[in-house]
Nanobody, 127 residues
Framework: EVQLQASGGGLVQAGESLRLSCDASGFSSGFSFSSYAMGWFRQAPGKEREFVAAVIWSGVRKSYADSVKGRFSISRDNDKGTLSLQMNSLKPEDTGVYYC????????????????WGPGTLVTVSS
């Protein structure tokens, strides 16, 4: 089964930057990291999980939530099997647990629930 491990979370001040990474493994025979669309979701304290960003299998097309457009950038390295999320100009409302996710449809853009979830990494933005 696909396993996802996010890292890079931490405590930063508003306006600062943070970069999250995700390592993927456990792909079934005949499949690889590049077979899946990848993305990030987050969950703020007391709120439901929400979509943040997604990237299709090739890395060419990317999707973002309106709340992070222009500040966050998602990217993937299919050779290394890694996913990244560069977060700039962070705001207190960006605080939450960030989850690396994967979807079996290679062109998934975040409009449906992911198939696989990692355990998440905590991002805290102080004002």
């Amino acid at each position: 089964e696909v396993q996802l491990q996010a890292s890079g979370g931490g405590l930063v001040q508003a306006g600062e930057s943070l970069r999250l990474s995700c390592d993927a493994s456990g792909f079934s025979s005949g499949f690889s990291f590049s077979s899946y669309a990848m993305g990030w979701f987050r969950q703020a304290p007391g709120k439901e999980r929400e979509f943040v960003a997604a990237v299709i299998w090739s890395g060419v097309r990317k999707s973002y939530a309106d709340s992070v457009k222009g500040r966050f950038s998602i990217s993937r390295d299919n050779d290394k099997g890694t996913l990244s999320l560069q977060m700039n100009s962070l705001k207190p409302e960006d605080t939450g647990v960030y989850y690396c996710v994967a979807h079996q449809h290679p062109y998934w853009s975040g409009t449906s629930d992911p198939d696989y979830w990692g355990p998440g990494t905590l991002v805290t933005v102080s004002s």
